[in-house]
T-cell receptor, first 115, second 111 residues
Framework: AQSVTQLDSQVPVFEEAPVELRCNYSSSVSVYLFWYVQYPNQGLQLLLK??????LVESINGFEAEFNKSQTSFHLRKPSVHISDTAEYFCAVTRGPSGYSTLTFGKGTMLLVSP | ETGVTQSPTHLIKTRGQQVTLRCSSQSGHNTVSWYQQALGQGPQFIFQYYREEENGRGNFPPRFSGLQFPNYSSELNVNALELDDSALYLC??????????FGQGTRLTVV
């Protein structure tokens, strides 16, 4: 079985500042890792994913995450946040390489960007 | 190509009642998964359907049941509703074990 820990329930940050949202996972098998974003009253949108290959993955809107197998982490970073990045962010894991089977989510981190 | 759609968007039910939530999967997708997201929590896996058969189940009691239809749309049924069933219910569709796409969810409130 897999588990995900997101240590920070809320991360307040000023606009244009850098941010890191932390995610640690536990699994006895190889995994695929994901970050999802959820805006108020909406479903989940995939932000980025790690399946294999380069341990640094990037999204189209400036976020990046690095898979660190030794530390079992997949932290999400952005060098300069915008007000529009305010949302709930979920880290998720599934067993690989059998594919995108059922997802195990962390409890989420609320990113609050203020002017 | 239409995305994943869920209905209704909001629902209020009384404790003890039964509820049916619906999900239309994205065109071409044959796998549907359901998740429960309680307030302040991450989504929890309920079950998955692949080609009309249950293909995995999370730690939910039997009063949570589902169906998948030949067009791959799906229903989630919950009997004997409890106050703790109040949550956002999310449906995700995929083609086999490929990337899952989520709907907007159904907000269920049990009073």
């Amino acid at each position: 079985a897999q588990s995900v820990t997101q240590l920070d329930s809320q991360v307040p940050v000023f606009e244009e500042a850098p941010v890191e949202l932390r995610c640690n996972y536990s699994s006895s098998v190889s995994v695929y890792l994901f970050w999802y974003v959820q805006y108020p009253n909406q479903g989940l949108q995939l932000l980025l994913k790690y399946l294999s290959g380069s341990t640094l993955v990037e999204s189209i809107n400036g976020f990046e995450a690095e898979f660190n197998k030794s530390q079992t982490s997949f932290h999400l970073r952005k060098p300069s946040v915008h007000i529009s990045d305010t949302a709930e962010y979920f880290c998720a894991v599934t067993r690989g390489p059998s594919g995108y089977s059922t997802l195990t989510f962390g409890k989420g981190t609320m990113l609050l960007v203020s002017p | 190509e239409t995305g994943v759609t869920q209905s209704p968007t909001h629902l209020i039910k009384t404790r003890g009642q039964q509820v049916t939530l619906r999900c239309s999967s994205q065109s071409g997708h044959n796998t549907v998964s359901w998740y429960q997201q309680a307030l302040g929590q991450g989504p929890q896996f309920i079950f998955q359907y692949y080609r009309e058969e249950e293909n995995g189940r999370g730690n939910f009691p039997p009063r949570f049941s589902g169906l998948q239809f030949p067009n791959y749309s799906s229903e989630l049924n919950v009997n004997a509703l409890e106050l703790d069933d109040s949550a956002l219910y999310l449906c995700a569709s995929s083609l086999g074990q490929a990337e899952a796409f989520f709907g907007q969810g159904t907000r269920l409130t049990v009073v």
